[in-house]
């Protein structure tokens, strides 16, 4: 949830610089569609990671436990 959360914070920051003057309203809207493109690949894939490898922590923690017992 905090990759989701960053990860859209991040998305609002970078369209700050497309709400600048002297730039097409053309050239705004396809930066705009690259941001939205990109981060449409990289959160599924940010959230993905983040789950595999919380799940990998647990599984190494489990197995030192079951060690010590």
């Known amino acids: 949830m905090v990759c989701v959360v960053t990860a859209g914070l991040v998305l609002l920051v970078s369209f ?4 600048g003057s002297g730039t097409a309203l ?8 690259m941001h939205l493109a990109v981060a449409a690949v ?11 490898s919380h799940e990998d922590a647990v599984t190494v923690h489990r197995s030192k436990t079951a060690v010590r017992r």
């Open 16 to 19: 700050l610089p497309l709400t």
């Open 26 to 33: 053309s050239t705004r809207l396809v930066l705009g569609l």
């Open 42 to 52: 990289l959160v599924p894939v940010l959230v993905l990671t983040s789950q595999a």
